[in-house]
């Protein structure tokens, strides 16, 4: 039996902020949506790989999802990371950044963390570990 990574979810608030957040920050495009009467998801893509991120909106939550204490993220990997960074500043979207270690962390509309790791190490692991 084998497994292999289908998608992420993030539950949304205010779907089109979010939408806009990801084209405008990462890139990300619509894939697919399915609607409902209690829910609408949207898969996102990156247009290289087969990886997915989910943003399912409930209708009618006003409240902010409880995010717990952030021990986990969702990261991507920038082709020019310098450039990257630029783009998040001007944004004001960074939330958290670790110049040593080359990464910096992304807050998106909800609150949740994205991390950007540069290219040439293709994963914080491979990036601090050797």
């Not at 495009?29 to 997915?52: C, M, N, P, W, Y």
């Not at 409930?58 to 020019?80: I, V």
Request: with cysteine; proline share 2%; glycine share 6%.
């Amino acid at each position: 039996m084998n497994f292999s990574f289908n998608h992420f979810n993030f539950n949304v608030r205010d779907l089109e902020k979010s939408l806009r957040f990801y084209r405008e920050a990462l890139g990300l495009l619509e894939l697919s949506r399915k609607e409902t009467a209690d829910f609408i998801i949207v898969f996102l893509g990156d247009q290289r790989t087969g990886f997915r991120l989910e943003l399912t909106c409930l209708k009618g939550r006003q409240e902010a999802y409880d995010l717990g204490e952030q021990e986990y993220h969702l990261a991507l990997t920038a082709d020019d990371i310098e450039l990257a960074h630029r783009k998040h500043a001007e944004m004001g979207c960074i939330c958290f950044e670790n110049p040593e270690m080359g990464i910096y962390f992304l807050e998106d509309p909800d609150g949740y963390w994205i991390e950007i790791v540069p290219a040439r190490s293709g994963s914080y692991m491979e990036a601090h570990t050797k």
